[in-house]
């Protein structure tokens, strides 16, 4: 059982900057690929970023140059740091594990956290 924290998330002006947390519990956090997804009122929820466990990444194409996304396994801690925040990154963010190499599909990813809001505004 994985339970994942996210924080770090609040409200920014276009260009700025915020960088989210997710804290795991759990023994075994080196052994699982991290994903970040997001999504905004009304639309699907969506693939933003991942780290897998041998910690190679993957990114979305509308935040690939701009987000950045870390691991920390001895800290249980993955990371996003997003830079050149635009109005279209406003969304709830979520973390989410996967005990396999990471993919893009919601569906396949095994634990979740409840979420952080980002606001970029105009």
């Known amino acids: 059982q994985v339970q994942l924290v996210e924080s770090g998330g609040g409200l920014v002006q276009a260009g700025g900057s915020l960088r989210l947390s997710c804290a795991a519990s759990?023994?075994?956090?080196?052994?699982?690929?991290m994903g970040w997804f997001r999504q905004a009122p009304g639309k699907e929820r969506e693939f933003v970023a991942a780290?897998?466990?041998?910690?190679?990444?993957a990114y979305a194409d509308s935040v690939k140059g701009r987000f950045t996304i870390s691991r920390d396994n001895a800290k249980n801690t993955v990371y996003l740091q997003m830079n050149s925040l635009k109005p279209e990154d406003t969304a709830a963010y979520y973390c989410a594990a996967v005990r396999r190499l990471p993919v893009v599909v919601p569906s396949e990813y095994e634990y979740w956290g409840q979420g952080t809001q980002v606001t970029v505004s105009s």
């Open positions: 759990g023994r075994a956090f080196s052994t699982y690929s």
């Open positions: 780290v897998s466990y041998l910690r190679s990444t």
